[in-house]
Nanobody, 127 residues
Framework: QVQLVESGGGLVQAGGSLRLSCVAS????????MGWFRQATGKVREFVAG??????YYPDSVKGRFTISRDNAKNTVYLQMNSLKPEDTAVYYC??????????????????????WGQGTQVTVSS
């Protein structure tokens, strides 16, 4: 049984930084893509970062501010968030995609691509 546990959320002022962590258990971590999504109150869940092997992908809304990375030895994926804005306030979710193969440089970025989800961690950015 795959388990994903996020941590690192909290309250930060606009312009500040946070680093989220997600520890995975129950599966060979390095084989699969990992992603971060977020959901603000009253809004749909949106993709913010993905990593497959060493390939990363970000939407324009966070590109240049957020960085996803992974430490396979620790079964952990990170999301470094810099220059935070009040509109980044949301619950952030870690997810794992256990699809065994993707062609080329595709990094999964759709909710339906992902098979397992963490419980989420709250990030609040004050103005």
């Amino acid at each position: 049984q795959v388990q994903l546990v996020e941590s690192g959320g909290g309250l930060v002022q606009a312009g500040g930084s946070l680093r989220l962590s997600c520890v995975a258990s129950g599966r060979t971590f390095s084989d699969y893509a990992m992603g971060w999504f977020r959901q603000a109150t009253g809004k749909v869940r949106e993709f913010v970062a993905g990593i497959r092997r060493s390939i990363t992908y970000y939407p324009d809304s966070v590109k240049g501010r957020f960085t996803i990375s992974r430490d396979n030895a620790k079964n952990t994926v990170y999301l470094q968030m810099n220059s935070l804005k009040p509109e980044d306030t949301a619950v952030y979710y870690c997810a794992e995609d256990v699809t065994p193969y993707y062609s080329g440089a595709y990094v999964p970025r759709i909710q339906g691509d992902y098979d397992y989800w963490g419980q989420g961690t709250q990030v609040t950015v004050s103005s």
